[in-house]
């Protein structure tokens, strides 16, 4: 069992709908991420949250609107999204050092994903 | 720049059959390595990690991966598979901030 967990598992979605994905982890991590898998690829990195606060924006599209409303929740919103945007996308969480200095070799806690379909 | 190859895109194997998956990287910087295994339809585990001391480090499930700098590299090995261990293999480079960059992946097949 892994210990983020991500809801749902699978979305199949228009490309006029708005949905969100969430995230949750009780590791008391307060780095959390979001990456984007396509098939038979590394992950992607989309968005870093530290702190509760957006650190990393990979130039992503604005069709997508990460949230992070507390230190263990993570969203990601989605709306008027393209097919080329099908993929698994991960959630990942990580320790963050006292001091708030950079993650020195923290592993990523990944959650199972959620299998995302856009039609 | 910072980046991580995985020379063998597919690896297969017969089971009980020793592996190795190699991963090299390119780093101007102290670097923080680690291994990664995804199973059909799952997230990443981590599998072990380099992050300094003994270049030789092992994971519970029978896998070591040895830190060569001299020879920039990183690769993973089992002295005998069993077919659980079928997945796909991620080699990651910490880079700066919270930021890892991954190989391409390796595919390792056990088979019967």
């Known amino acids: 069992d892994t210990e983020v967990t991500q809801t749902p598992k699978h979305l199949v979605m228009g490309m006029t709908n708005k949905k969100s994905l969430k995230c949750e982890q009780h590791?008391?991590?307060?780095?959390m991420y979001w990456y984007k898998q396509k098939a038979k690829k590394p992950p992607e990195l989309m968005f870093v949250?530290?702190?509760?606060?957006?650190?990393i924006n990979e130039s992503v599209p604005s069709r997508f609107s990460p949230e992070c409303p507390n230190s263990s929740l993570l969203n990601l919103h989605l709306h008027a999204l393209q097919p080329e945007d099908s993929a698994l996308y991960l959630c990942?969480?990580?320790?963050?050092?006292?001091?708030?200095?950079?993650?020195?070799?923290?592993?990523?806690?990944f959650g199972n994903g959620t299998r995302l379909t856009v039609t | 720049a910072q980046s991580v190859t995985q020379l063998d895109s597919q690896v297969p194997v017969f089971e009980e059959a020793p592996v190795e998956l190699r991963c090299n990287y390119s780093?101007?910087?102290?670097?923080?390595l680690f291994w990664y295994v995804q199973y059909p339809n799952q997230g990443l585990q981590l599998l072990l990690k380099y992050l300094s001391g003994s270049t030789l480090v092992e994971s519970i499930n029978g896998f070591e991966a040895e830190f060569n700098k001299s020879q920039t590299s990183f690769h993973l090995r089992k002295p005998s598979v069993h077919i659980s261990d079928t997945a796909e293999y991620f080699c990651?480079?910490?880079?700066?901030?919270?930021?890892?960059?991954f190989g391409e992946g390796t595919q390792l097949t056990v088979n019967p």
């Open positions: 990942a969480s990580s320790q963050l050092p006292r001091d708030r200095g950079p993650r020195v070799g923290s592993p990523l806690h």
């Open positions: 780093s101007s910087v102290s670097v923080y």
């Open positions: 990651a480079l910490e880079t700066s901030g919270s930021r890892l960059t």
């Open positions: 590791m008391g991590h307060r780095a």
């Open positions: 949250y530290s702190y509760e606060k957006l650190s």
